[in-house]
């Protein structure tokens, strides 16, 4: 599976950005997917994940109240959507997916499948 992601940008503080990652072929039901960012200088870091029936969502509690996931299944694609945005969420941004249990999820070692990142700058 290929994943692609797409949407980051530079937007000013308190902005919204949506990225959006799509797979190669059809996911609907199958994996975990997860969204995860690297700053300069960090480890990659677990932003947020969408569960297989997509019906759960689990986020950081830096991004808890101002990210959302969903998906349409339609189109293998998977949003994350950033309201709030603040400098500190500068960093490349990675979709993954995979079949972590619950627990694991922050876990970017359960991951299979990687979109190449795309960067997304939060200006003060």
């Known amino acids: 599976v290929q994943l692609q992601a797409s949407g980051g940008g530079l937007v000013q503080a308190g902005g919204s950005l949506r990225l959006s990652c799509t797979a190669s072929e059809r996911t609907a039901g199958s994996y975990v997917w997860a969204w995860f960012r690297r700053a300069p200088g960090k480890e990659r870091e677990f932003v947020g994940a969408?569960?297989?029936?997509?019906?759960?969502?689990v986020f950081a509690d830096s991004v808890k109240g101002r990210f959302t996931i969903s998906r349409d299944n339609a189109k293998d694609t998977v949003y994350l959507q950033m309201n709030s945005l603040k400098t500190e969420d500068t960093a490349v941004y990675y979709c993954?997916?995979?079949?972590?249990?619950?627990?694991?999820?922050?876990?970017?070692?359960?991951?299979?499948?990687w979109g190449q990142g795309t960067q997304v700058t939060v200006s003060s």
């Open positions: 993954g997916i995979g079949r972590p249990a619950f627990s694991a999820v922050p876990n970017p070692q359960m991951y299979y499948y």
């Open positions: 969408l569960t297989r029936s997509g019906g759960r969502t």
